[in-house]
């Protein structure tokens, strides 16, 4: 059974900084490609960033620069350090797996910016 738990979203001015965790298993850490995904009401899920078991990352083009993923193998946790936040990055992120060809999502976590 694959479990994803997300954290730390909140409520952030335009500007400031938050950073999200995604608590798992080891296996999926280690072994799967992992990431974020966000949902802004009324729009499609979109992909955010997402990293291989092998170290690469990739990052959609509203966000490069911005926001950073990265593994803790000690914690067992994915991150996502979101930068410069802006209102339009408002929306629930929702972290992902993508284990043995069978896609896995957290319950999701808001995050809105606003002044």
């Known amino acids: 059974q694959v479990q994803l738990v997300e954290s730390g979203g909140g409520l952030v001015q335009p500007g400031g900084s938050l950073r999200l965790s995604c608590a798992t298993s080891?296996?999926?850490?280690?072994?799967?490609?992992m990431g974020w995904y966000r949902q802004a009401p009324g729009k499609q899920r979109e992909l955010v960033a997402t990293t291989t078991s092998g170290g690469f990352k990739n990052y959609s083009d509203s966000v490069k620069g911005r926001f950073t993923i990265s593994r803790d193998n000690v914690k067992n946790t994915l991150y996502l350090q979101m930068n410069s936040l802006k209102p339009e990055d408002t929306a629930v992120y929702y972290c992902?797996?993508?284990?043995?060809?069978?896609?896995?999502w957290g319950q999701g976590t808001q995050v809105t910016v606003s002044s």
């Open positions: 080891r296996t999926v850490l280690n072994i799967y490609t």
């Open positions: 992902y797996t993508n284990a043995a060809g069978r896609v896995y």
